[in-house]
Structure formats: structure tokens, C-alpha cells
């Protein structure tokens, strides 16, 4: 295979848009909420025209259709691109038209023509690259698991293409990385809540020269931190610690649901679905 990077798919504005409607009924049809805690965004002034890497502990099979709804709502002036298995896009072949592009797993051609996708990618203005860098599904709670290398070239590469910028005079280019903590987990109701936390931006293009060896120790840090944090209110289940976004499914079924629906207006009760408090509708 070549080491080429493949051509960068041209996002389709209408089948995305019809596509982030799939995701978002999905996510209602599956979820009780998708709640996040994005506090530690507000902390930097980011513009349109950075660059943005979001890379993620990879949990589930939900990740992809909960990338396309949170790049949406909280980054809606960026452009999402991710990698996704050359396999699974031949599978899945709508996902060529909304920024996934294919990556051949377990080559060096292959990982050559990811980086230099990502480099790609990269250099246009308002992109945002969205990455599992653990590479497999693992537990939410596994803090062993290593990030592939990767991801810690794609930022080194940038954080020495910005150092070599200021050192010339030329206007610099600005670069973010954000660690988000995924977790899908049982509270009160019948269906899972989806709860994400989002770390504080790392500038790239800060003018500081790291080794690829101290960005992929940040790198892992700061993901396990926002793990971390995630998992303590998850474990108190704090739903002041988060934001909802989304409302999805509460209840049991159709018809015992509207039984206990009469049985409330019989009594002259307020009828309520969810059976706690937690991110109540």
C-alpha cells in the first residue's frame, strides 16, 4: 500500500446534516441524557480558525455517533474529521461523507498515510481531529492502557512546525488538545446516561519546545486526570456536575407507563416519568 495520504473526503453539508439527525435520535432512543462538563473550556479564549485535536479513552460503539453530536453543540465552527478502519468504512460507507477517513490498521504504510492525513487535516483552518489514540475498546476505569504514538507525533509535529514559526517573525498558527473522558453508565432509570468530561485546552503553538516523549506523558496525563474526575461523579452520581444536552427515553414500557400515567390523574398527582431526579426532564 502507499504511504500516501488517502484524499481527504469533501464533507457533504446534507448528508451530514441528515446524518447528525441519525446520531441525535439514536442517542435519544438509547439514552436517558447525554450530560457533559465542558467548565474547563470557558478558561481559554479559543478562535474559529484554530485547530483543535480531541482525543478520547475509547469506550464504546457509541463513540463515533457521540463525536458527531458533541462536535456539533460544542464546537459548532469547526469541521470534524476522524479516522475510522479502512474495513468498517467499506461497511459503512456514508461515513466517507461526513469527515471519517480510512486508515489501515496494523502497517507502517498505514500509520505513514494517517499522520500525513492528520497533517493534512491540520493545516486547514477551524479543522477538528477527533481520535481514540487507545486504539481498541477498553473499560472505562483501565488507566493502564497506552495511547498509540500517533497521536503524540501529530502534536509534536505542530507544537515544532509553531516553534519554528516564531522563531521567524511569521504569524503564528494556533493549536489546542483536549483530553474527553466517555463514560455510559446506569443511574436511576431504566436507560443509560451518557457522561462526558472535557479537559482544559493544551496550546500546542505556545511557543515552548517539547519532545514527543514529554507531549505523549502530558498527553496521557491529562486524559487520565479528566478520567479521573469523571469517574469520582460518576461514582456520587453528581448530575450538578453536569450540563445535560440531551433528553432522551424515560419510563418502563408503553403500557405500564400509561397506567401509572391514569393512576396519577386519578389521584390528582402530578404524573412523572423518570423514576429519580437525575437529570429529570
Known amino acids: 500500500m502507499s504511504s500516501q495520504a488517502p484524499e481527504l473526503p469533501t464533507v457533504n453539508p446534507w448528508v451530514l446534516a441528515g446524518f447528525r439527525w441519525i446520531a441525535r435520535r439514536h442517542l435519544q432512543r438509547h439514552f436517558h441524557c447525554v450530560a457533559v462538563n465542558s467548565e474547563e473550556l470557558k478558561s481559554v479564549a479559543a478562535s474559529p480558525a484554530d485547530r483543535f485535536v480531541i482525543y478520547a479513552n475509547h469506550a464504546s460503539w457509541w463513540d463515533p455517533l457521540l463525536a458527531i453530536f458533541l462536535a456539533q453543540r460544542i464546537f459548532p465552527d469547526l469541521v470534524l474529521y476522524a479516522p ?8 459503512y460507507r456514508i461515513f466517507s461523507k461526513i469527515g471519517f477517513f480510512p486508515v489501515e490498521r496494523g502497517s507502517l504504510a498505514g500509520a505513514r498515510a494517517f499522520l500525513n492525513a492528520s497533517k ?3 493545516s486547514r483552518p477551524g479543522a477538528s481531529l477527533w481520535l481514540t489514540p487507545e486504539g481498541r475498546f477498553t473499560d472505562v476505569r483501565d488507566t493502564e492502557s497506552e495511547l ?9 509535529t505542530w507544537n515544532h512546525l509553531s516553534c519554528a514559526c516564531s522563531d521567524s517573525g511569521d504569524a503564528p498558527i494556533r493549536f489546542w488538545a483536549i483530553a474527553a473522558a466517555v463514560e455510559y453508565v446506569f443511574w436511576e432509570e431504566r436507560k443509560p446516561e451518557v457522561l462526558v468530561r472535557l479537559s482544559r485546552p493544551v496550546m500546542i503553538s505556545d511557543g515552548v519546545f517539547r519532545t514527543k516523549d514529554a507531549w505523549s506523558r502530558l498527553l496521557k496525563r491529562q486524559l487520565l486526570d479528566v478520567q479521573r474526575q469523571l469517574a469520582e461523579s460518576s461514582i456520587a452520581r453528581d ?4 450540563e445535560r444536552l440531551l433528553g432522551g427515553s424515560s419510563g418502563t414500557s408503553f403500557a405500564y407507563d400509561a397506567w401509572r400515567r391514569l393512576a396519577a390523574l386519578w389521584r390528582g398527582q402530578r404524573f412523572e416519568v423518570e423514576h429519580g431526579d437525575k437529570f429529570r426532564q
Open 120 to 122: 493534512k487535516i491540520l
Open 148 to 156: 498509540a504514538s500517533g497521536l503524540a507525533h501529530i502534536i509534536s
Open 84 to 91: 475510522i478502519d479502512a474495513v468498517a468504512l467499506r461497511k
Open 239 to 242: 448530575a450538578a456536575a453536569f
